[in-house]
């Protein structure tokens, strides 16, 4: 009889994550990491019009945040695992290759969220406002971009006999060698060990803490940053429990993985944060830039009056069919006016004098 160990057998490795189409290398982890983030922007400009924001805002702030958060990312992982590249036997030049993996979320949230706060203030636009539109659709594209993670055998768990388990397989490059992180190359076939697929773990918890986000903000309509801050405490809460079951070189405090720590601090500020914002929601429209060319400071210049008469310049209400200037037109020029007003009773007496003359 086939017992369920058979049904559910082992979740085998893809062959390899790279593929070369002549000399360019298409590799799984990048990919996926862009398809995350079309995701994002995508969804992410939706939910900022549905809540009252312009289209194509979302696109705007990403051309800064993106890089901003690549690089944070990248450098959050190389400081907080800095003996694989600076330690004994690590290559420096290795910290720059992103392809092989190693973003880490924390660095790429922080320096991704100065990012958008450049680009918010050239919008004239909150940031708090628009984290709580794109927070959904971040966290679903993270959950995209574990499965570049799954392609290039990392952040995988301990070993364990579970029928849901991963295979790793060993894997060689061109020349035959065995790759020492089983990320590069193709795969042998043969199966170094069974672990859990803990990014799997990872990638599921995001897709329900993306519901309940959606959920939460429809049921409350919450705002001015809350919901980011929901997202990230939701996060938070579950990394801290995938990371005490991943079994890949980390660094430690205590004993504990520094991914541990960091989630645990920054679960605390996320929860501070979301009791102690303002509560509600923003209106429509201060999600708009105010009209106009947006300045550096992230506002827009006052439009002129375009009804106010430059100086020197006169302001007609009307003029009769002859083009006579009427009655109720009005003098701007402060010289003028102060001129007619002092000089009334003189100018009255001389027209007086002349209808006089003329009428003799």
Not at 194 to 218: C, G
Request: a negative charge.
């Amino acid at each position: 009889m086939t017992s369920t160990v058979d049904v559910l057998a082992y979740i085998p490795s893809p062959p390899q994550g790279v593929w070369y189409v002549g000399p360019v290398a298409l590799r799984a982890y990048a990919l996926f990491i862009i398809v995350g983030i079309v995701v994002a922007i995508v969804w992410g400009d939706r939910r900022w019009v549905a809540r009252g924001g312009e289209k194509g805002t979302v696109l705007d702030i990403a051309i800064w945040a993106v890089p901003f958060g690549l690089i944070g990312g990248r450098l959050y992982h190389v400081m907080t695992d800095w003996p694989t590249y600076f330690g004994e036997g690590g290559d420096p030049v290795d910290a720059l290759k992103v392809w092989q993996g190693g973003l880490g979320i924390w660095g790429a949230v922080a320096l991704g969220g100065v990012g958008a706060w450049i680009g918010c203030r050239r919008r004239g636009i909150p940031l708090p406002a628009l984290g709580d539109a794109v927070a959904p659709a971040i966290l679903l594209a993270q959950a995209i971009g574990r499965l570049g993670n799954y392609f290039n055998q990392e952040l995988y768990g301990r070993e364990t006999d579970v029928p849901w388990g991963l295979e790793i397989f060993e894997r060689r490059n061109d020349v035959g060698q065995v790759s020492p992180q089983l990320i590069d190359g193709v795969s042998t076939g043969e199966v170094a060990f069974v672990v859990h697929p803990t990014f799997l773990y990872e990638a599921l918890w995001n897709v329900l803490i993306v519901i309940l986000l959606v959920w939460v903000d429809r049921r409350f309509r919450i705002g001015h940053g809350r919901l980011f801050a929901l997202y990230v405490a939701g996060y938070c809460a579950g990394r801290f429990w995938i990371e005490l079951m991943r079994s890949d070189h980390a660094s430690l405090i205590a004993g504990v993985r520094v991914n541990s720590f960091t989630s645990a601090l920054v679960f605390v500020a996320a929860v501070v944060y979301f009791f102690a914002a303002t509560k509600g929601r923003e209106d429509p429209a201060d999600l708009r830039p105010v009209d106009g060319e947006p300045v550096a400071d992230g506002t827009a210049p006052a439009e002129p009056d375009e009804t106010a008469p430059a100086k020197g310049e006169k302001k007609v209400e009307g003029r009769d069919e002859d083009g006579k200037a009427s009655a109720s037109e009005s003098v701007s020029d402060d010289k003028a006016a102060s001129t007619a007003s002092a000089g009334g009773d003189a100018g009255t007496k001389t027209i007086d004098s002349k209808k006089d003359d003329a009428n003799d």
